[in-house]
């Protein structure tokens, strides 16, 4: 069974930082890429980022540019996201979410952790 | 950044409508959508990927159509565990978008 389980949310200063982890297991990780998606409370879902299998190709919305950082380890079948520069816009649940490949949609979703950005 | 513009922003409906969402993209993106449903504190699901494909485990009483800058998504007729949010995607190109998001409600 696919499993994605994301980790590493809380309350974070203005201009803090914070390190989200996504373990997976059930599949074979370094065949996929992978997203991180981000949803603040009561809004839509806002793509962040995305990293290909191999970590050859990362991409990043505007809003998070410069500031958060993909990375994978395939070796611990683990995603993650250094978020750091945080603002109180950025409080939001973050969602992994696996990668079938261009047209063929995210087809697994972990349950997302909360990250509150917040004096 | 392609903006996906989705409509309507709600809808009511009674079990057993037809109901019919739409996306367009602010630029062609062939079918390179997919269409998401979403519970509340729920993650989202996937329910459509190519513009009109099923995916796997989805009723068929879902079916997406489109290609280019206009897509719909159908729920043929409208089951209680159907009142949800519904997103739609482009992976076309980076960065990916969503639409605003569409609120089924039971009328």
């Known amino acids: 069974e696919v499993q994605l389980v994301e980790s590493g949310g809380g309350l974070v200063k203005p201009g803090g930082s914070l390190r989200l982890s996504c373990a997976a297991s059930?599949?074979?990780?370094?065949?996929?890429?992978m997203n991180w998606v981000r949803q603040a409370p009561g809004k839509g879902l806002e793509w962040v980022s995305s990293?290909?299998?191999?970590?050859?190709?990362?991409y990043y919305a505007d809003s998070v540019k410069g500031r958060f950082t993909i990375s994978r380890d395939n070796a611990k079948n683990s995603l993650y996201l250094q978020m750091n520069s945080l603002r109180a816009e950025d409080t939001a649940v973050y969602y992994c979410?696996?990668?079938?490949?261009?047209?063929?949609?995210?087809?697994?979703w972990g349950q997302g952790t909360l990250v509150t950005v917040s004096s | 950044a392609i903006q996906m513009t989705q409509s309507p922003s709600s809808l009511s409906a009674s079990v057993g409508d037809r109901v019919t969402i739409t996306c367009r993209a602010s630029?062609?993106?062939?079918?390179?959508l997919g269409w998401y449903q979403q519970k509340p504190g729920k993650a989202p699901n996937l329910l459509i990927y190519?513009?009109?494909s099923l995916q796997s485990g989805v009723p068929s009483r879902f079916s997406g159509s489109g290609s280019g800058t206009d897509f719909t998504l159908t729920i043929s007729s409208l089951q209680p565990e159907d009142f949800a949010t519904y997103y739609c995607?482009?992976?076309?190109?980076?960065?990916?978008?969503f639409g605003q998001g569409t609120k089924v409600e039971i009328k």
């Open positions: 990293i290909s299998d191999s970590s050859s190709y990362i």
């Open positions: 630029q062609g993106i062939r079918n390179d």
């Open positions: 979410a696996r990668d079938l490949g261009p047209y063929l949609g995210l087809d697994y």
């Open positions: 059930g599949f074979t990780f370094s065949n996929y890429g």
């Open positions: 190519a513009a009109s």
């Open positions: 995607l482009q992976d076309y190109n980076y960065p990916r978008t």
